[in-house]
């Protein structure tokens, strides 16, 4: 079975502060990694993607991708009160297969303080 | 305007009764998929389709039937049979490869429909 592990939270962040979310996956072979933003009582939106080794960063959200460790994280620099969200972790495994899927983790609250 | 459409938002059913929930894409998209949600938890994956006329189970597709005869829609059918349906169920389409490297296999979702049983 294919996981993809992340703590569940809450984190709590300061407003203005570094969020740091993290998410290890199990299977080696995998080869995209994205994160979601799940607001309650709404649908996941994309918000990153990396598929190489390193950072990728995209305004206040930095990806680090380590395929050797078999993880991946999220920051998000000058938290601010509208990142409060659940956060899902997702790796997709056998891309461009008849199993091809994405797998997600059970996300990560994070509530930014005021 | 490309997107993911699903319909109803809102569906009320009683027991013994079986629902079909529309999803629709116009991203020209090939894959897609279908997601339950209960609350507090993470997405479950109940059937996925890579090609028109071709569909797989996931981890949950007990209780539910799909079909996709073509490439912009994959209707879910919840039957009477599924013993605990309320629940979010989401439905998410991929495209296979992008002329964007950096957008690779990204897979996006509607908006959702939330299935509660009388």
């Known amino acids: 079975q294919k996981e993809v592990e992340q703590n569940s939270g809450p984190l709590s962040v300061p407003e203005g502060a570094i969020a740091s979310l993290n998410c290890t996956y199990s299977d080696r072979g995998s080869q995209s990694f994205f994160w979601y933003r799940q607001y309650s009582g709404k649908s996941p939106e994309l918000i990153m993607s990396?598929?190489?080794?390193g950072d990728k960063e995209d305004g206040r959200f930095t990806a680090q991708l380590n395929k050797a460790s078999q993880y991946v994280s999220l920051l998000i620099r000058d938290s601010q009160p509208s990142d409060s969200a659940t956060y899902l972790c997702?790796?997709?495994?056998?891309?461009?297969?008849?199993?091809?899927?994405?797998?997600f983790g059970k996300g990560t609250r994070l509530h930014i303080l005021p | 305007d490309g997107g993911i459409t699903q319909s109803p938002k809102y569906l009320f059913r009683k027991e013994g009764q079986n629902v079909t929930l529309s999803c629709e894409q116009n991203l020209n998209h090939d894959a897609m998929y279908w997601y339950r949600q209960d609350p507090g938890q993470g997405l479950r994956l109940i059937y996925y389709?890579?090609?028109?006329?071709?569909?797989q189970k996931g981890d949950i597709a007990e209780g539910y039937s799909v079909s996709r005869e073509k490439k912009e829609s994959f209707p879910l059918t919840v039957t009477s049979a599924q013993k605990n349906p309320t629940a979010f169920y989401l439905c998410a389409s991929k495209g296979f490869g992008n002329t964007r490297i950096d957008h690779y296999n990204e897979q996006f979702f509607g908006p959702g429909t939330r299935l509660t049983v009388l």
């Open positions: 990396i598929y190489s080794n």
């Open positions: 997702a790796v997709n495994i056998r891309p461009m297969n008849r199993d091809d899927k994405i797998i």
């Open positions: 389709s890579q090609i028109v006329n071709d569909f």
